[in-house]
């Protein structure tokens, strides 16, 4: 059985006790029944057989055919002339800062309103984080504010390095916007959509516009390896810029020569062996994730005070996470509530991301609003999105809301 055809049958769904660390209000054994995870890993039934093929050609490190195929295929789904596949979705990041040419006292901007991975790198690089308020329309970064303060920063003499915009829980930024605002002062676009494999702007697949797009196949993605992630381009000699740096900077040389310093950052064609058997089923694990958020939307759109994520027009989210808005100035009830009266059923959810400005991590760094942002995170909540959730599962997690709503 070929990869393509194991994909088109239905998959088991890992059921790991996720999170694996003790948590007071997470019951080890569910109130209402199994217990039901946020966005588990969904295997298509192939990965044994790519895993054995790996196994059988002798390849295990990062080299040889299963990553080079992973890579192909990763393009084929994307459009993307050349792809590297890293070890994860940070290592791709930092692959891309460093191609960049980011530097200590540099400034690099990005969304407030992510995961920390997005800044992480290039901060331990040396660089001077700004983060900027989102979108109402989208949740992801403001182009109008971007706008706004490249024209600042161009009057002080002091533009960032690199804007990173973010594709928030599987949905784009506007990025072919963002991307022209950039191209008008010089400034290059590294795209994070670490989340957003199969989403679409405009037509075009999640990061296309950028300089540079970083993925990530981590265990909760919509197509997972386990750990992993890709670099994307559509500048090729960028990507072999990077391929050269991810296995240690070794120059063509009979001998290890090295010009500069480099990192470990190759997928191992075991996890690419993984990725290539998940990635035939791409397009029926975002239908099936849109088909929860839809659900979600008509099992509880009439609770007062209750709101979801929005779709701007000009694109098409892959609904990685389904978020729900609890608004109780309007009637619903408090976000945290929610959230714990779901843990003591048994349902993990959590929080919209905090946004960075307010983390202490990165107390005093410079920002641009963040009132968006935060209001996002008082009252978001991330409910279980899993493309293996069943109707009936989801009918639990609808059930327990209403409860929750009922007081």
Not at 1 to 12: D, I, L, N, V
Not at 270 to 287: D, H, I
Request: hydrophobic share 45%; charged share 20%; with cysteine.
């Amino acid at each position: 059985m070929t990869p393509a055809e194991a994909a088109s049958r239905p998959g088991p769904v890992l059921a790991f006790p996720l999170p694996l660390r003790a948590r007071e209000d997470v019951p080890a054994t569910a109130a209402g029944g199994e217990r039901i995870l946020l966005s588990p890993p969904h295997l298509t039934g192939a990965e044994p057989a790519a895993l054995q093929a790996a196994l059988d050609s002798g390849w295990i490190a990062p080299a040889g055919p299963m990553p080079a195929a992973f890579e192909a295929a990763i393009g084929e789904a994307t459009g993307f002339a050349a792809v590297l596949a890293t070890t994860n979705g940070t290592a791709a990041l930092h692959l891309g800062y460093r191609l960049l040419g980011v530097a200590p006292g540099d400034e690099v901007w990005t969304s407030t309103l992510t995961f920390i991975a997005t800044i992480a790198p290039a901060v331990q690089m040396g660089a001077v984080p700004r983060f900027l308020d989102v979108a109402e329309e989208s949740w992801t970064l403001d182009p109008n504010l971007l706008e706004r303060e490249l024209a600042r920063a161009a009057r002080r003499g002091r533009l960032p390095r690199v804007v990173v915009p973010v594709d928030l829980f599987g949905q784009c930024c506007d990025l072919d916007t963002i991307a022209a605002l950039c191209e008008r002062w010089g400034v290059p676009v590294l795209c994070d959509s670490a989340a957003a494999l199969g989403a679409t702007q405009r037509g075009r697949h999640a990061g296309r516009g950028a300089r540079l797009a970083a993925f990530s196949f981590n265990g909760n993605k919509i197509v997972t390896t386990g750990g992993g992630g890709a670099l994307a381009s559509d500048d090729a000699r960028l990507i072999e810029r990077a391929r050269m740096l991810a296995t240690q900077a070794k120059e063509p040389a009979p001998h290890y020569q090295h010009e500069t310093t480099g990192f470990t950052y190759g997928l191992s064609a075991l996890l690419a062996a993984v990725g290539l058997a998940q990635l035939p089923a791409l397009a029926e694990r975002v239908a099936a994730r849109r088909a929860i958020f839809a659900r979600y939307r008509e099992a509880l759109g009439d609770l007062p005070g209750l709101g979801f994520m929005p779709e701007p027009g000009w694109g098409r989210a892959n609904r990685w996470l389904s978020v729900a808005l609890f608004l109780p100035r309007l009637g619903a009830p408090d976000r945290e509530a929610v959230r714990r009266h779901l843990a003591l059923r048994g349902i993990e959810s959590r929080p919209v991301w905090k946004p960075l400005h307010l983390q202490p991590a990165f107390r005093g760094a410079p920002r641009s609003g963040g009132g968006i942002a935060a209001r996002l995170f008082e009252t978001g909540l991330c409910l279980p999105s899993g493309s293996g959730l069943t109707p009936p599962q989801q009918a639990r997690v609808a059930a327990a809301i209403r409860e929750a709503a009922a007081g």
